[in-house]
């Protein structure tokens, strides 16, 4: 049974940082990654890496998040700085089976940054 755990939402203050991780367990990830979804919008990618390290960021995240993975931990993080109050939403933590390719979703940590 795959499971998807997330932690290290909160509150933060403009400019401030924060660090989101997930561990998935249950089988092989081909590809991690972390969505968000802001009141009133669609869910939308911030940012995967793959199983042999290559990453993708959304425009509004480069250059501020940094993604990661420990595939001996299952483990994918979210390194968040310069945070702006636009960045407030629930963050899903996502994850990709291999071989089957089937998407897991973590049950979602709310990040509010306060202006």
């Known amino acids: 049974q795959v499971q998807l755990v997330e932690s290290g939402g909160g509150l933060v203050q403009a400019g401030g940082s924060l660090r989101l991780s997930c561990t998935a367990s249950g089988s092989i990830f081909s590809d991690m990654g972390w969505y968000r979804q802001a009141p009133g919008k669609q869910r939308e990618l911030v940012a995967s890496?793959?199983?042999?390290?290559?990453?993708n960021y959304s425009d509004s995240a480069k250059g501020r998040f940094t993604i990661s993975r420990d595939n001996t931990l299952n483990t994918v993080y979210l390194q968040m700085t310069s945070l702006k109050p636009e960045d407030t939403a629930v963050y899903y933590c996502?994850?990709?089976?291999?071989?089957?390719?089937?998407?897991?979703w973590g049950q979602g940590t709310q990040v509010t940054v306060s202006s």
């Open positions: 996502n994850a990709k089976s291999w071989p089957a390719k089937r998407d897991y």
């Open positions: 890496i793959k199983i042999g390290g290559s990453t």
